[in-house]
């Protein structure tokens, strides 16, 4: 098994609560690293229909079955279960006797603030990291590929195609994902949706267009955006709210958790259509933020990221917050260094009094530089 950041913080916290809760899109390796890291507790998923009617009907049977020490997989399909979770483990009074997983953010965090608030550290999981990969040896040999291919385990566990494998993974996660978070009754209308947000990745969300161009309403929109927060398929990275006098634009930008998911959506089929897309900027920078949510999360952190633009079009990609400092990042899929990359971040570095030393460019070039503006990084 490919080693996870993520498993040092899920040991460290078993032994802390009793309860361990592992939330992340379906497929990102969750029941995976718990298996391997926890080998000796009991694995039970609440996927299969007969465990679940047991979990159902009988939830005090079911502890009885498995008092301590146990992996429940899917489990925001019972949520009536959290209730007496909370009792028996309340009453043994121990650390790390169940591990939860899920896939439903929404369906999963309701249930445990309703019953489990203070019992469970929650951590999140999601697909390979570029870091990950590249210490696996698995890291696709060009920004491209790594962009089509996206980081879903399986594809590398299995060799499979991403051509192969998001079509079906739109059909039988997402589509069940979000019958069972919104009554949708026209899925091909969502899907359409679906693939519309795909072609605005980077860009602020406008949920009026969006609306317009799928035939629904603003309010039904904002709904969707919502589903495909809650199943991890999207993300909104919310404008910095430091002002530094200057009037700021108030919109999210929209990305997606995963570029190979996108890439299938936008009916890219090969590495080299990449490389030619109009969307390819969008999609490295989509490449290069998911990689600062995944160090966070999978060191069991929530990211404080941030972008900046302000009414003229000035922008920062990207701004990072450590200690309360703000450290800036502009993100250029260009492969050769400009000093225009740093246009953006010079205006706010002024404005925001900001060292050289905490304004990055980040590009696809090989070289890594040093500039009286700020550092040059390459991406490899």
Not at 208 to 229: D, H, K, M, R
Not at 357 to 376: M, P, S
């Amino acid at each position: 098994m490919i080693e996870r950041t993520l498993q040092n913080k899920l040991q460290e916290l078993s032994r802390k609560y009793p309860i361990v809760t592992l939330t992340g899109p379906r497929q990102s390796g969750k029941s995976t690293l718990l298996r391997h890291t926890f080998p000796d507790y009991a694995y039970v998923s609440l996927e299969d229909p007969d465990m679940r009617m047991f979990a159902s009907e009988d939830p005090r049977g079911f502890l009885a079955t498995y008092p301590d020490r146990t992996i429940i997989d899917e489990a925001q399909r019972v949520p009536t279960l959290f209730s007496y979770l909370q009792t028996h483990t309340d009453q043994a009074n121990q650390e790390g006797m169940y591990l939860l997983a899920g896939s439903h953010n929404f369906l999963l965090m309701e249930s445990i603030s309703q019953s489990l608030a203070g019992r469970t550290a929650v951590l999140k999981l999601l697909p390979f990291s570029h870091a990950e990969m590249k210490a696996a040896r698995i890291l696709p040999a060009t920004v491209d590929q790594e962009i089509f291919s996206g980081g879903y385990p399986r594809l590398y566990d299995k060799s499979i195609e991403p051509t192969d494998y998001y079509p079906y993974y739109v059909q039988t996660y997402v589509e069940r994902d979000v019958r069972a978070l919104k009554n949708i009754g026209d899925l091909s209308k969502f899907i359409r949706f679906l693939k519309l947000c795909a072609g605005r990745i980077s860009q602020l969300l406008n949920l009026s267009s969006l609306a317009n161009e799928c035939g629904i309403a603003v309010s039904t929109a904002a709904n969707w955006i919502s589903v495909l927060e809650a199943s991890y398929i999207c993300h909104l990275l919310k404008p910095d709210h430091n002002n530094y006098a200057k009037r700021l634009v108030k919109t999210p930008k929209l990305y997606f958790y995963d570029t190979g998911l996108a890439c299938s959506l936008l009916d890219i089929r090969t590495p080299g259509q990449v490389s030619t897309h109009f969307l390819r900027g969008g999609l490295f920078e989509n490449l290069v933020i998911n990689e600062f949510i995944k160090a966070s999360y999978h060191q069991g952190q929530e990211p404080e990221l941030t972008f900046w633009r302000d009414s003229t079009g000035n922008e920062v990609d990207l701004l990072q917050y450590t200690g309360g400092m703000p450290h800036a990042y502009e993100i250029k899929s260009g492969a050769t260094f400009s000093p225009d990359f740093f246009k953006g971040i010079a205006k706010w570095a002024k404005l925001s009094a900001t060292p050289a030393d905490r304004c990055t460019a980040i590009y696809t070039g090989n070289q890594n530089l040093k500039t009286q503006q700020g550092n040059v990084k390459s991406w490899q």
